[in-house]
Nanobody, 115 residues
Framework: QLQLVESGGGFVQPGGSLRLSCTPSGSIFKISAMGWYRQAPGKQRDVVGTITSTGSTNYADSVKGRFTISRDNAKNTMYLQMNNLKPEDTAVYYC?????????WGQGTQVTVSS
């Protein structure tokens, strides 16, 4: 069983930065695509961005130019660098990973942007 653990969330003022990590453990089998999602209170979970095993990325329009996804394939770890954070970025951030044909999710990490 593959487990994903997100870390790096916290409280930051508008304009600040945070770096999230998504670290897998357990039965790691050929993780291919990985992604970051977020869910604000009372809203659905939306995609932030995704990254393939070769490093190709896609981002939601709302975060383009501010967020960067990267991954260390040797560690199967994915990162989300978030710059110029805005109050509307406040949400629980989740990572997922496609391993074989199974999609796995982490438990989420809270990001709060407020003055």
């Amino acid at each position: 069983q593959l487990q994903l653990v997100e870390s790096g969330g916290g409280f930051v003022q508008p304009g600040g930065s945070l770096r999230l990590s998504c670290t897998p453990s357990g039965s790691i089998f050929k993780i291919s695509a990985m992604g970051w999602y977020r869910q604000a209170p009372g809203k659905q979970r939306d995609v932030v961005g995704t990254i393939t095993s070769t490093g190709s990325t896609n981002y939601a329009d709302s975060v383009k130019g501010r967020f960067t996804i990267s991954r260390d394939n040797a560690k199967n770890t994915m990162y989300l660098q978030m710059n110029n954070l805005k109050p509307e970025d406040t949400a629980v951030y989740y990572c997922n990973a496609l391993s074989g044909t199974a999609l796995h999710w982490g438990q989420g990490t809270q990001v709060t942007v407020s003055s």
